[in-house]
T-cell receptor
Framework: DGGITQSPKYLFRKEGQNVTLSCEQN?????MYWYRQDPGQGLRLIYY???????QKGDIAEGYSVSREKKESFPLTVTSAQKNPTAFYLC???????????????FGAGSRLTVL | KQEVTQIPAALSVPEGENLVLNCSFT??????LQWFRQDPGKGLTSLLL?????REQTSGRLNASLDKSSGRSTLYIAASQPGDSATYLC?????????????FGKGTKLSVKP
């Protein structure tokens, strides 16, 4: 079945360490997104990519980095510069406008990062 | 800047009741509006998407309406069941929204008691 796979599901990080969250999709979608969710808050956009080898900052990009070397993969690195990284991270991809279900976002199951 | 508000923040109802969740947005120039469901510790599941030119969408016991001019959407759940217990999120895609970025509300946490 097509979908989005995020790993790991749970991740613990010591202060000062960089960590990378994986996001893989087999939906053949061009656009992919990373969101951050904090308790009692809505999702906030970190980075997005419309196409391979291109990505743009979202509303809260500071302390994060991404790459998009393959269509299927959009990994997110949480760097030591991110002051409050403990959160639930969600990856999504978007159905193209020409397809059925156009512009619907499909989400992965999320990765929960805790800084010790 | 677009802001999305959901009221109430939490709602508890007995099984079998019909209920309405509310979503409002400040900028009416939206491309579409989507309703999602989120179970605890899980990702989001898309429930309904309403294009800006549409007034409502239905799926099973769910009906979502859109009044773009007043900046409001409602999600109607008929004959609620304990399995409907989850957080429901509303999100809008702005015009110029070819980038597909969604702006989310904080959600309504629904609890349906048996």
């Amino acid at each position: 079945d097509g979908g989005i796979t995020q790993s790991p599901k749970y991740l613990f990080r010591k202060e000062g360490q960089n960590v990378t969250l994986s996001c893989e999709q087999n939906l053949n979608h061009d656009a992919m997104y990373w969101y951050r969710q904090d308790p009692g808050q809505g999702l906030r956009l970190i980075y997005y990519s419309q196409i391979v080898n291109d990505f743009q900052k979202g509303d809260i990009a500071e302390g994060y980095s991404v790459s998009r070397e393959k269509k299927e993969s959009f990994p997110l690195t949480v760097t030591s510069a991110q002051k409050n990284p403990t959160a639930f991270y969600l990856c999504a991809s978007r159905h193209p406008e020409s397809a059925a279900g156009a512009n619907v976002l499909t989400f992965g199951a999320g990765s929960r990062l805790t800084v010790l | 800047k677009q802001e999305v508000t959901q009221i109430p923040a939490a709602l508890s109802v007995p099984e079998g009741e019909n209920l309405v969740l509310n979503c409002s947005f400040t900028d009416s120039a939206i491309y579409n509006l989507q309703w999602f469901r989120q179970d605890p510790g899980k990702g989001l599941t898309s429930l309904l998407l309403i294009q800006s030119s549409q007034r409502e969408q239905t799926s099973g016991r769910l009906n979502a309406s859109l009044d773009k001019s007043s900046g409001r959407s409602t999600l109607y759940i008929a004959a609620s069941q304990p399995g409907d217990s989850a957080t429901y999120l509303c999100a809008v895609m702005n015009y110029g929204g070819s980038q597909g970025n969604l702006i989310f509300g904080k959600g309504t946490k629904l609890s349906v008691k048996p």
